[in-house]
C-alpha cells in the first residue's frame, strides 16, 4: 500500500478514535496524526491496521499513539504458512480406478471395502485378511 492511500486510511480511522475519544483534536491535527502514523505503520496491511483500531477501541479508554497500535499489530497479523510445494512427480506405482472404489467404499459397497482392504495390505506389505 503507497504511503498517501495508508496516509488516507489512517486519517479515518483516526477520525473514528476521535469521535470515539472526543479528545477536541482539529481535523488538521488528526491530518499531521495520519502522516505520523503512516510513517510508522509502514508495511502494515489495511486488514491488520483495521483490526489494531478495533482491539485498541474495545480495550483503551484513551485515543491511541503509534506505540499503542505497533504494541498489538502483531496479534492482530493473519498467520501466514509457509508450506513446502507438493513434488509434481510422486513415487511408487498408481492405482488406475482408485477413486471409483474409494467412494464406493466409503457408500458402503462391500465389494469396494474388501478391495480397498486388499489394497492397504499391498501397500502395507501385508495380505489382507478376509472376514
Known sequence: MSQEVLRR????????AEMVYRTGRSQEELALLADIFADDLAGEDAETIDRAF???????????????ILAIIPQCRTPRYDYAALPMETEGTRTPGIGVV???ALRGDEEARQEMARLMGQAMGVQAVRQ
Do not use: E, N, Q
Open 9 to 16: 486510511k489512517l486519517l479515518v480511522c483516526l477520525i473514528d
Open 54 to 68: 478495533a482491539v485498541h477501541r474495545r480495550g483503551s479508554t484513551r485515543f491511541p499513539t503509534p506505540a499503542h
Open 102 to 104: 474409494v467412494t464406493r
